[in-house]
């Protein structure tokens, strides 16, 4: 098993910054897929950005490209999301997720990960 410990969440202006931190524990190799997804109440949970083992592919949600930045550290098993420009329609609950491979693909949907964080609120105000 893998766990998925995610920090940073708070309460921000609009056209501040974030920075998001995800650590991994157990059972992982520290060279799995991993992402972060997003969450608000009454809609589905959707992918924000996604970055494979090494590091060297990421993927972004157009709504967020520009704005944000996702890596990794595989030998402290941590994947950080950096948040900056940040608009009220970011607010939401932000998991971290993890596949089960290693030396993976880029995956962007939510069915495609195993293992999840508990999640962290971020608030834009305006």
């Known amino acids: 098993q893998v766990q998925l410990v995610e920090s940073g969440g708070r309460l921000v202006q609009a056209g501040g910054s974030l920075r998001l931190s995800c650590t991994a524990s157990?059972?992982?190799?520290?060279?799995?897929?991993k992402a972060w997804f997003r969450q608000v109440p009454g809609k589905e949970r959707e992918i924000v950005a996604a970055?494979?083992?090494?590091?060297?592919?990421?993927y972004y949600t157009y709504s967020v490209k520009g704005r944000f930045t996702i890596s990794r550290d595989n030998a402290k098993g941590t994947v950080t999301l950096q948040m900056n420009s940040l608009k009220p329609e970011d607010t939401a609950v932000y998991y971290c997720?993890?596949?089960?491979?290693?030396?993976?693909?880029?995956?962007?949907?939510?069915?495609?990960?195993?293992?999840w964080g508990q999640g962290t609120q971020v608030t834009v105000s305006s």
């Open positions: 157990g059972k992982t190799y520290g060279s799995e897929t």
């Open positions: 997720a993890a596949d089960k491979l290693v030396f993976g693909p880029i995956l962007t949907h939510s069915n495609d990960y195993e293992y």
């Open positions: 970055i494979n083992w090494s590091g060297s592919n990421q």
